[in-house]
DNA sequence: ACGCTTACTGTAAACGCTTACGTCATCATA
DNA sequence: TATGATGACGTAAGCGTTTACAGTAAGCGT
C-alpha cells in the first residue's frame, strides 16, 4: 500500500500520452490544433490518470479567472432566489463561475480583498459597495455591473434594474383612474433604498399627471416589511387622517397593511384599495387577492451578466438597462375577480 | 500618460518596503512574527500600491483553495434561500469563500471538472452528484458533506439533514389522535425525493403505531407541486375513494389540495383534514392557516459547513447529523385558531 | 528540385505567491 | 567565555499551468 498517490498534474499526463504538456494543454483549452489521434491518445492519458486541471494554476498562467463575483448585503427576501438564479444561469451559460460575496449591510471602507484580480468581473447589488470602493475599482477599469442601483453621478458603471418608476406610476393611475381614488397613502422602503425612491418618484408623478395634489402625511415608511408597514397603518388610522386607498411600496407591505385595515374594520377594496410591488407568491393567494406589479427580476440577473460579461470582452456596453415591469390587476384595487 | 500600470505584486510591496517578499507575506498571512516597525512599513507600502495578492497564486503556492463548494441541482423552492443563508454565513465565519455550482437535474457521470483541487472540500445537496462522483471523490480523501440525503449503503461521507420521519410521524399522529382522522392520504414528492421517502416512512410508521392498516391507494403522487397535488386529489374524489384527512407531503403540495377540495364543495378541516410539511411563508396566511412542519433549512446550511470544516481539518465528523422538526399547529388539522 | 507555406509539436519562460532552509544577531545559560 | 536557543529576516525553490517562440516535416506551385 502506497502513500497517498498525490494527484496527477498535466506533466503526468504528457509522459503517458507521450506528448509535451504544451499539447496536453492545448487539448485541454482546444487553443490550437492538434492531431487527432495524438488528442485522442491525450485524452485517454488523461481519463486513465483522473487528471483535473488545477485551476489555480490556470488562472495564474493565462491570467483569468473564468469567474464571476456577486456581491450583496443579505440573502434575504423574496426576489434573491429569482436574482441568484438569473445569474447563476448566465454566468454557466457565459462558462464562468460565480463566486458569491456577502458583506455587512452598512458599506464601510473595508479594503475589499476580493474582486480585483481574483475574478474577471464583479455584480454588485444596491448599495453593498461604498462609493469610494466602486470608482476605485471602476478607475482601474475593473469590470463592474450594478444591479438595482442607479447612476450616482459621474459613475461610468453599466446599471442593470428594472422599472421601479413606471411600474409605480401606471399602478398608482390605475388606482385613480380606474377606481376614482384620490387620496392615496405610500409607504416607502428602507432609508436610500433605491427601488423604494424610484416608486415614490413613480408615485408622486402619478397625482400630478391626473392634478391631485401630493399630501405629504400620507406618504410614510413602510420599510417593505410587514410590521412596521402595518404600524405605520395604524397610525394613519389614529390620526384620523383620511385615504381611500394605499401604495404599500411592496407586498410585504400590502400584507401588513391587510392586517391592519382587517383590524380596524375596514374592507378592502371598497373602504380602501391597496396595492403592492413585486407579485410575491403570497399576492395570489390572499383574501383578496393583491393588485401589484411583476417585475423580470431573475431577467435582472441574467441580463446583468450579459453585460458584465460585454465589458470583460471589450465590447460597448448599455450603460442603464431597465427592464420594464408588468402591472398584475387582481382584486384589492377593486377590479372584479377573475379578470 | 503612461500605458496602463501593470497591478502590483508582491515583489513591488518588498521593494517599496525594502524587505523581502518573504516578509510581506509573513505580515499578509501573520505565519510568524515580524517586528511591528517592519511589519508597519509593509503594510505601508501595501496601502500605497493597493497591493491585492492574488488568490490563485496563492492557492497555488500554499495548496489550499479556502474555497468551499457548493453544489446543487436548481435554484428554486421555498427553502433555498434559507439554506445558502446558512452555508454562506457559516462559510464566510470558517473564513472560507463560497463557489457555487449547479448541475443539470439528472446527475449524469459528467466529469465534474469541479471540486478536488479547486476548492478545499464540498457541500452536496441532495442528489446533484451521481453515487459514482461520490464515490471517487470520497476515495480519494477529498472533504465531502452530504445535504438532504442519507447514507447509500457503504458510503462514509457525513450527512446531515432533517428529521423527515419524525415530523411527518407526530403530524399523522397527531392527526389521529387529536381528530380521530383514520383514511390519511399520503402525497408523494417526486420520485427518489430523500426527503418525501422518509416522510412516507414516518405517515407509514404512525398508521402501524395506531394500528390503522396502510391502504396503498390512498397514497399517490404530489410531486411536491401545487399542480400535480391539485391534479391527485381530484382523482381520489372523483374514484370515489373515502379519506378523511391529507398529509400532502409538502405545502406546495397542501395549496393544491386547497384547492381541489374547496372545488369539490369539501370544507377543511371539517370533511378533511390538511396538513403539510416546510412551513413556508403561505402556510399562516390561507385559509384555514396550514398545520405543518417547520425545518431549521438554515441550521442544515450551517451544521453541514461546520461538518465540512471538520473534515478539512482533519477532525472526528458526526457521520448523520438529524436536525430536529418542529410541528407548527394551526387550523387546517381541525385545531382551533389562535393556538 | 526548390523555396514557401502550413500544420503540428516541443522548449522553456513566465505567472505571483508561499515556505523550507539558512544566516546572522542577540541573549540567557553554564 | 563558549554554547546553544531563539527571533527576525532573506534566498530561492517550487506550485501546475499557459503560451511565445522555435523547430520540423509535409505539401504545393513552378
Known sequence: MRPVAKSPTIID?????????????????GTSAVVPETAERVRLAIQELRFVPRSAAQVLASRKTNTLGLILTEIRGAFFPHLLRGVEAATRAAGYQLLIYTVSDIPADRPTLL????????????????????????????????MHQTPSDGLEIPMVTIENK??????????????????????????????????????????????????????????FDEVTAGASLQRLLQAGIDFDAVFAGDDDSAIGVFRALKAAGRSIPQDVAVVGFDDVQLASYITPTLTTVRAPIEEVGREAVRQLKRLIDGQPVEPLTLLPTELVIRESCGCPAGH
Open 13 to 29: 499526463v504528457a509522459r503517458l500520452a507521450g506528448v509535451s504538456t504544451a499539447t496536453v494543454s492545448r487539448v485541454i483549452n
Open 115 to 146: 474582486g480585483e484580480h481574483n475574478t474577471d468581473g464583479l455584480l454588485v447589488f444596491t448599495s453593498s459597495l461604498s462609493l469610494n470602493e466602486l470608482q476605485r475599482l471602476s478607475a482601474t477599469g475593473f469590470p463592474l455591473v450594478l
Open 166 to 223: 413606471d411600474g409605480a406610476e401606471r399602478l398608482v393611475s390605475h388606482l385613480i383612474e380606474s377606481h376614482g381614488r384620490r387620496r392615496i397613502v405610500f409607504l416607502r422602503g428602507p432609508a436610500g433604498h433605491e427601488d423604494s425612491a424610484w416608486r415614490e418618484r413613480g408615485y408622486r408623478e402619478a397625482l400630478a399627471a391626473h392634478g391631485l395634489p401630493v399630501d405629504e402625511r400620507l406618504i410614510t415608511l413602510g420599510d
